[in-house]
């Protein structure tokens, strides 16, 4: 039997108990109340353009929080479907066998401080509060700016409503993929017990919201440095093809309306003629993975040079670099995980030209510490000795993601030829051979493999899986669900239990509760 199932089952029969005692420490002080109100109220705030600014910062600044908790790029969004393993003979490979436990869905035992991984901290996943904060906060400057502030004029109002409610639905479409069925709110001030509401309903209103303000936000911003680091219309496009395409896999009886609303955004992304696919160069992809590129659509832009505190765990890619791409040389002689042969065979047949194969992977089949992931090796920081990962940005949305996206509802309308071409806009970049197959299902598991060649580590694979139902076809998922796990929502995550601070109403997920 598998080690990291032989201890699993030696710490199961406890790992609710601990899971709640655990995870209690994260307690909010109200309900959906949760900064100083001092801090939010605007009496003393919002008295100037710049006190807006330094208040949008902070949206995003409070939302990256949550994702340099850790390795949560690739926890959440990569390995749950049993792809990754640990590579024997790795720094701390006792450590890094979380990656297996995720794999197999374990993410009670993932979470269990008592076993060797208890540093990656994956209860803080299950912790929401953070999210809330970024909601309340948005929903406290939409207020003020509906009311009106000294210096702002008509014109950025309306900008900066655009932004914080992008901000908001952001929030709301990253914790649906995450818990499913989430609280719902928009007024500034929220103290009323409320109960979760449907997530296909939450999107719908997030829809709504958001698609009125997508004209009032610029295709690119007058600053440079802005550019994919602060939402624009790309972003709010890409963000609302998003949430129809999660919503197209569960509101079934409407996904023709999704699908055509996605096909329809995704063609005014593309005619805006505002963003391009860089060649895959090292000048071009080094760009891309630089940040603020014309590829980039949404990213949190963090860079040593503005001595951003990034997490050592948190880049994808810190587990399947190596030394001379990872430093320093003495711990990092192999990589920490790889993807198993069958997987990348899968996605780069030997058979099939494309650029991406050799580009961004060296031992791709390597099934050992040898292999790497060059896709994110580049921007290698120079000191040589420190602990550092490549000073790359954390993508979000980029272009071939919205590109793709337009290709799938194409194809699911039965537009195979408008699906192919935008298919083929992917593949002519990578030098890939051009798609040459028919359509209908074929087409459509075509570009489902075809997003996990180009957005290989960028935290999609998983949702894909589970928003298509592929997730319990053991075609596409190596540890799939079965379908009494995917209707209990076992491609959720647990609930921290504070969320039943002060709100009677509040259930958590029913799955995580009788493991």
Known sequence: MNSVKIMRNKKIAGAIGVLALTLCCFSCKEFLTVEPVDRLTGNNFYRSIDDVESNVANMYSMFFDKINEGWIMGGIGEARSGEIIAS????GYSARRVVEVLGENDLLYAMDPSAPWEWYHYERVTNWTRYYQVIQTANILVNKLEEGIPGVSDVDKQRYIAEATFMRCFAYWWMVRLYGDVVYYTTPYNAES???EGMVSVLNKCIADLKPHKDNMPWAHADPALKGARASRGSIIALLMHMNMWNAGFDRNNREGYFREVASLGTELIQSNTYRLYPLTEEGW???????SDESLFEFYRSINYQDNNAALSPFGDHFLR???KFPRFNNQISHCYYIDTYMARLYPSAVADKRADFWFEDMLSNSGQFIAVK???NVYASGNEDRNPDNTFLIFRYPDAILLHAEALAELARDNEAIASLNMIRERAEATPYGGGGGQELKDFIFWERCRELFGE???????VRTQRIMNPTFARNPLNSDQYNRRAWTWPIDPSARNNNPRMVLNEYWLTR
């Open 88 to 91: 024997p003979g790795a720094n």
């Open 194 to 196: 409320l109960p979760r």
């Open 286 to 292: 080094s760009t891309v993975m630089k940040g603020r």
């Open 323 to 325: 030394w001379p791409y």
């Open 376 to 378: 994110f090796a580049f």
């Open 459 to 465: 935290g999609h694979r998983y949702f894909d899986l």
